[in-house]
């Protein structure tokens, strides 16, 4: 790939994968939240027919979007400020099989819980995953409360049902101290969601944290690139990576170039 930005539009999927789509995406509760095939493949490499089967999954995702929309609507509200792509991300994992996920923003928990599926059908990797959350005062969200502050007695991640939690690496605190640790620990990064604060200087210093682990044909995204200025795509020219955005959304993404070999 060569530096540049390309916006990926989708691709037509065969009926019953159209099918599956929509059903989880209702089980869900999120209209918007409809794959774009078009930006996995470019994201991945993978050919059409390789991401079409990947979708087809999405089926079998079902009764896991039904349970986190009730653990939602339980809690008292719809929305978490979640990802729009939930089921991009779990595409994503299926198709490029990481070793390490590591996300920086949890909430409630939708993102993770489609990377812990993932993996889980991988059968391998591990997701790290870190939070630092906000806590809302009363039973009901105020005016002024953050969309993605706790309910009350609830922890970070609480819409992930249990049944995927084994293994999970997740670390409460502030993304500014854990996340060097959590990235000196890894040989590799091989997939990175920022979605957490998002001013400039955050996610630079995200990318820089997590840049010398990110090796080739690792993925980097970053949610809501309209408030955080240049800082994505200085770091994707940086690394000579092309940034993909997901339609007209504000989700990019850019894997990153192999190395040339060695002479
Ligand atoms: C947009 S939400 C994450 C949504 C999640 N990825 C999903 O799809 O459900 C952002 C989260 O980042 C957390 N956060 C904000 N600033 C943070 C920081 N400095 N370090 C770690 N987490 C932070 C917030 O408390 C919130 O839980």
Redesign the pocket.
Known sequence: MTAGRLTARSFPLPEPVREACLRVRRALGDRGAGPNPAWIAALTGARRREVVDVLAELSDLVPLAEQIRHRHLAAGRTF????GA?FDLYAIVRLTRPRHVV??????????AHFLAALRRNRRGTLHS?????RQHGPVLRRGESV?SLPPHLA?GWAVPEPLRAGWDLRAG???RLLPQLVDELDSVDLF?H???HTPR?LAFELATVGPKLTGGGVALADNVNWTGRSFFRYAAHRGARVVRRGRTNLVGFAVPAAPAAL
């Open positions: 978490y400020a979640q990802i939930p996300e920086a923003g949890v909430s409630s928990g939708v993102s993770s870190i939070d630092l959350p906000t993605v970070t502030p993304a500014q969601l979605d957490d604060l955050h």
